[in-house]
């Protein structure tokens, strides 16, 4: 083998430099990009019930928010390949940025159809937003990879600080058009986003990771590929399916729209807060474990809210998906970077994405139907049959470990 093809073969060149500021970089614009999908699941049922043609088709603005992040998932990664991370990030926070200035037009003029719009544009830029935790692995040493995609999660909790507060003092600031002022607000915290992103340094694809590596098809036949699809997938589907209903199942119960918004405020806090030591959960017990932990919270979290309907039941439930979330999420994702060569990091990264949040559009459109034709309750019944599942492909696989590369 001559010296350029073991280059090539080893992947990207060690970086000299440990990475901290653009992992801080990540976590930052990760708070900042977090803050505008809060204001998206915040108000986007609210809004639907405003001015949808019909009450079932409330959450369908949160519903596109998701399918926009599955449809763009494959488009971003392909551009990340191509031309670097990078350039996906500006990519997707122009994207932020439309959405609040389409969002914000739509509310003014009444258009339903053009809301949709808004918050698919929202979605991509989500997408993108999600391939921060991929990156930040790409920043640092190889012994602080495992580490590197929780430090950028836990970015996060600033996400619920700042998202629900800026509905709270934004939503009635245009008169009479409710939440309008509060999309404008989340353009410019987009726009902010990509000036912070402007100083990330992420290492550009080699020519190996332009040659794409194995075929997809062996990447798929995995059993630990598999086995963190699915538990991505229940993760993130099952924290959406329930997180879209509540806001408008707590105001269905008579609840404030304030505690509504405090109510996401803890959830997305305690989605990104464990992210402070996820990591080091991962390297000391092992990504199966923390994803079953995670599982078994999200299985509590149901089991709390069947218990009443008070603001403490409901913020509970948030609270506790939000935790269950963190650790089944993060840790399918430590799971997907043991199951890819180098060269193959970006295209196997935007697949496990994209098949993600693919299913979990199913969830979101389904949530709002289920809400307003069966109650909040079955909501929460039908989520048990998901957990099941993963917490049957963790027991089949949990013994293997790493990636075959031959």
Same mark, same amino acid.
């Given at each position: ?23 801080? /970089? ?92 808004? =918050? ?23 012994? /602080? ?91 993130? =589907? ?5 997180? =879209? ?43 199966? /474990? ?56 970006? /295209? ?59």
């Amino acid at each position: 083998m001559s010296r350029a093809d073991a280059d090539i073969a080893a992947g990207p060149a060690p970086m000299a430099r440990s990475g901290n500021t653009d992992v801080l /970089r990540l976590a930052i614009a990760q708070a900042l990009a977090g803050a505008n999908s809060a204001v998206v699941y915040a108000t986007g049922a609210i809004l639907g019930n405003m001015l949808a043609p019909s009450r079932a088709l409330a959450t369908l603005p949160i519903s596109i928010f998701v399918v926009g992040m599955a449809a763009c998932t494959l488009p971003a990664g392909a551009l990340a390949r191509r031309h670097g991370r990078r350039a996906a990030f500006l990519a997707g926070t122009g994207c932020g940025v439309l959405t609040g200035l389409l969002a914000a037009l739509a509310i003014v003029l009444g258009s339903f159809w053009l809301l949709c719009l808004g =918050t698919f544009f929202g979605g991509a830029y989500a997408a993108v937003v999600l391939s921060f935790r991929f990156a930040a692995a790409d920043c640092v040493p190889p012994e /602080r990879r495992p580490r590197a995609p929780s430090a950028v999660m836990a970015g996060g909790v600033f996400a619920g600080i700042i998202g629900p507060q800026l509905v709270t003092y934004t939503m009635d600031l245009w008169q009479p058009y409710l939440f309008a002022a509060t999309f404008l607000a989340q353009a410019a915290v987009a726009a902010l986003s990509a000036l912070v992103l402007l100083g990330v340094r992420v290492p550009m694809p080699t020519a190996a990771e332009m040659a794409g590596g194995r075929p997809l098809g062996a990447i798929l036949r995995q059993p630990r590929f598999i086995t963190a699809v699915i538990c991505g997938v229940v993760s993130y =589907t099952l924290m959406n399916f329930i997180m =879209t209903a509540a806001p408008l199942a707590m105001r269905l119960c008579g609840l404030s729209q304030e505690s509504s918004n405090l109510g996401l405020q803890w959830h997305i806090i305690a989605m990104y807060g464990p992210g402070f030591f996820t990591g080091r959960l991962i390297t000391r017990f092992g990504a199966p /474990r923390v994803v079953a932990s995670g599982l078994a919270l999200t299985a509590a979290s149901a089991a709390i809210g069947l218990t009443g309907v008070d603001v403490a039941h409901f913020w509970l439930t948030l609270i506790l998906l939000g935790v269950g979330w963190n650790f089944g999420f993060v840790g399918a994702s430590a799971l997907v970077l043991e199951c890819h060569r180098p060269e193959e990091r970006t /295209r196997v990264q935007s697949l496990n994405d994209f098949l993600v949040f693919g299913t979990m559009a199913v969830g979101s459109f389904s949530s709002g139907g289920l809400l307003t034709a069966y109650g909040w309750d079955t909501v929460l019944w039908v989520s048990f049959a998901p957990l099941a599942v993963a917490v049957a492909a963790l027991v089949v696989t949990g013994p293997v470990r790493g990636v075959k590369t031959t």
